[in-house]
């Protein structure tokens, strides 16, 4: 076992502005607010500093905030300091951006601590890059327009919706990028008339995935229907827990570690729904490349990688991950893991 008597478990809020305004459904973002957990646990064998850090998306959708998260981060710091496991940090915190947070720097440290990749530990294959999505944010037909014709070289093109001008929005970026593959994202924003309107109208222009587009809240609406583009469960999925209830509605799953909380539980997700006949979406929040990083120990196993979140800020962090040709390679082991 480590020595754990000098683990010290912090966390600090950071402001990353974006390159341009992100706007969903739900409305608009400007900079990216993320909570960074770091634990400190004294020096490793060749007498630099040993420390781990995982960073998460403090989301209002699910009723969290900087400070709400900052304060649950807090509540584990003795818990920490003693030791605890991956697994009894679950029975402490729920699932979420916080215990996300502490989960990514615990899988860090160890991985630190070890001088092995984090992949290794879980007994997984290396990642390899793959292609990530590149996102086309809501606007008029015209601004989505033109900003599909400047990413109509990438691969993957995710293009975010409402339930408004949906027809002409789309044929407006397929015109703009007629190579580029397509998924769309109404976030919560349609009804169920609409989507059956809409699915057929999709299909035709190619449309590879629909996420979630009705409100979690109502979306036994789903049982029963049939779609021409497979439909993926994001807001309605959090962790393997909820899968049963997803079944027979959706074909894929949205696995993001804010909210199964941590790698921990994204990779029993990932396996439950494997099991069950889910395809799987690697997804993210806006936020830099730290949040990233954990998520690409799943992305060779995702029908869909969208982890494009540093992309959209003005400025990454330093030692960032690699994105070329709308492809995202693993991190180098100085930015996590």
Not at 70 to 89: E, K, N, Y
Not at 151 to 177: N, T, Y
Not at 307 to 314: I, M, T
Request: glycine share 10%; proline share 6%; net charge negative.
């Amino acid at each position: 076992m480590p020595n754990t008597a000098n683990r010290r478990l912090s966390a600090v809020d950071q402001a990353w502005p974006l390159a341009r305004p992100f706007v969903i459904s739900r409305g608009a973002k400007y900079t990216a607010q993320v909570v960074v957990a770091e634990i400190e646990e004294g020096t490793g064998a060749d007498g630099a500093p040993l420390a781990g850090r995982g960073e998460c998306v403090p989301y209002s959708r699910y009723g969290e905030t900087v400070e709400s998260v900052i304060l649950q981060i807090a509540s584990v710091a003795d818990a920490v300091a003693g030791g605890i496991s991956r697994g009894a940090l679950h029975e402490l915190l729920p699932p979420g951006a916080a215990r996300n947070a502490v989960d990514c720097a615990l899988w860090d440290l160890e991985a630190k601590r070890a001088g092995k990749r984090v992949w290794e530990i879980a007994g997984l294959p290396a990642p390899k890059a793959m292609v990530t999505t590149e996102t086309v944010a809501l606007g008029s037909a015209q601004e989505m327009a033109i900003r599909a014709a400047k990413l109509k070289s990438r691969p993957l093109l995710k293009v975010k919706l409402d339930g408004e001008g949906v027809r002409e929005r789309m044929q407006a970026v397929r015109d703009a990028a007629p190579d580029a593959r397509l998924i769309v994202d109404p976030n919560e924003g349609w009804d169920m008339g609409r989507l059956v309107d809409l699915a057929p109208v999709l299909a035709d222009l190619g449309v590879e995935m629909i996420e979630q587009p009705l409100p979690a809240a109502v979306d036994a609406e789903l049982e029963g229907f049939t779609s021409p583009v497979p439909i993926c469960a994001d807001e309605a999925c959090h962790t393997a827990a909820d899968l049963e209830r997803l079944a027979g509605k959706y074909q894929m799953v949205n696995v993001k570690l804010d909210k199964a909380g941590g790698l921990t539980e994204a990779l029993k997700l990932a396996d439950a729904a494997e099991k069950m006949g889910f395809g799987i979406m690697a997804g993210c929040m806006v936020s830099t490349s730290l949040a990233m990083a954990p998520m690409t120990v799943l992305m060779n196993r995702a029908a869909v990688v969208d982890l494009d979140g540093p992309l959209l800020l003005k400025k990454d962090r330093e030692g960032g991950l690699d994105f070329t040709d709308g492809r995202i390679s693993p991190p180098d082991v100085a930015l996590w893991g």
